[in-house]
């Protein structure tokens, strides 16, 4: 069974920054796709990116795209999300989720974080 947990949400004024983290367990994941969504209240869920375990490479949303970095630690088997330029838009639960394969398709991904909140203040 795999576990995945997020940690690093919180608050932040527009133009700051953060970084989640998404520890996971249970698997090998050198096969699969490591991303993240999020979803603001009354929006549907949103793909944020996503990265191949193996090989690294990344996938955006043109909504954050140059703003948003994936990152992996294999060894911790820990991946992250740098945002940077944050504005008020970006405000949501964010997910981790690990997946089949390297898509903004969230049914294509199989298990999930509980989510951490990110709030960012005009």
């Known amino acids: 069974q795999v576990q995945m947990v997020e940690s690093g949400g919180g608050w932040v004024q527009a133009g700051g920054s953060l970084r989640l983290s998404c520890q996971a367990s249970?698997?090998?994941?050198?096969?699969?796709?490591m991303g993240w969504f999020r979803q603001a209240p009354g929006k549907e869920r949103e793909f944020v990116g996503a990265?191949?375990?193996?090989?690294?490479?990344?996938l955006y949303s043109d909504s954050v795209k140059g703003r948003f970095t994936i990152s992996r630690d294999n060894a911790k088997n820990t991946w992250f999300l740098q945002m940077n330029s944050l504005k008020p838009d970006d405000t949501a639960d964010y997910y981790c989720?690990?997946?089949?394969?390297?898509?903004?398709?969230?049914?294509?991904?199989?298990?999930w974080g509980q989510g951490t909140q990110v709030t960012v203040s005009s």
């Open positions: 989720a690990a997946g089949l394969r390297l898509s903004s398709n969230p049914a294509y991904f199989f298990s």
């Open positions: 249970g698997r090998t994941f050198s096969k699969y796709a």
């Open positions: 990265i191949m375990w193996s090989g690294g490479s990344t």
